[in-house]
């Protein structure tokens, strides 16, 4: 059982280039969510996707999109990197049933780089 | 003005001090409130969790929440220099609606507890 995986550890890109982050989960979990996280600015919420088949902006979602691939994947997009982008970006999933507490189970987090 | 203010510290204790970990907010209408610990370069993981006002306690760690003065506190006793982290506290509103799993975090505190 191995949570939440996401790939690349690591990246760096020129401005302008594009890329995919991939996160799978294996807990069977209806909702997932994309984060970046910035020194000093916590953790901000990118996109989100409620259930497979549904996606919504979060609190920053200028730059990005996103696919729900199916129940197990959703993976976050750069159309054209710009050095604004540099940040750790974080996979999380949650059940999505249980409306008395969303635990949110993060992935181990890309590091990104845009030069 | 931020939704959820945290001291981003750092914070330094020796091995054996209480620690006290604060966050405030504005949104009255958040309703359940977590902390989550961040080891160095790894994915957030949820530590405790509330609901409403009142205090949780499990073994040295203790989370109350004051929602007439709209604060939270986490409580380490017997600090351990395996409790040195990120600590960040998250909040999320009444479950449903559009507001439905997504959480709204502090900036995250570092903690060292040196022997």
């Known amino acids: 059982n191995a949570g939440v995986t996401q790939t690349p550890k690591f990246q760096v890109l020129k401005t302008g280039q594009s890329m995919t982050l991939q996160c799978a989960q294996d807990m069977n979990h209806n909702s997932m969510y994309w984060y970046r996280q910035d020194p000093g600015m916590g953790l901000r919420l990118i996109y989100y996707s409620a259930s497979e088949g549904t996606t919504d902006k979060g609190e920053v979602p200028n730059g990005y999109n996103v696919s729900r691939l199916n129940k197990r994947e959703f993976s976050l997009r750069l159309e054209s990197a710009a050095p604004s982008q540099t940040s750790v970006y974080f996979c999380?999933?949650?059940?999505?049933?249980?409306?008395?507490?969303?635990?949110?189970?993060f992935g181990p987090g890309t590091r990104l780089l845009v030069l | 003005q931020k939704e959820v203010e945290q001291d981003p510290g750092p914070l330094s204790v020796p091995e054996g001090a209480i620690v006290s970990l604060n966050c405030t907010y504005s949104?009255?209408?958040?309703?359940?409130f977590m902390w989550y610990r961040q080891y160095s370069r790894k994915g957030p993981e949820l530590l405790m969790y509330t609901y409403s006002s009142g205090n949780k306690e499990d073994g040295r760690f203790t989370a109350q929440v004051d929602k007439s003065s709209k604060y939270i506190s986490l409580f380490i006793r017997d600090s351990q220099p395996s409790d040195s982290a990120t600590y960040l506290c998250?909040?999320?509103?009444?479950?449903?609606?559009?507001?439905?799993?997504?959480?709204?975090f502090g900036q995250g505190t570092i903690l060292t507890v040196h022997p």
């Open positions: 999380a999933s949650s059940k999505g049933l249980d409306r008395t507490q969303e635990t949110q189970y």
């Open positions: 998250a909040m999320s509103p009444n479950a449903g609606g559009t507001s439905y799993g997504k959480l709204t």
């Open positions: 949104n009255s209408a958040f309703q359940y």
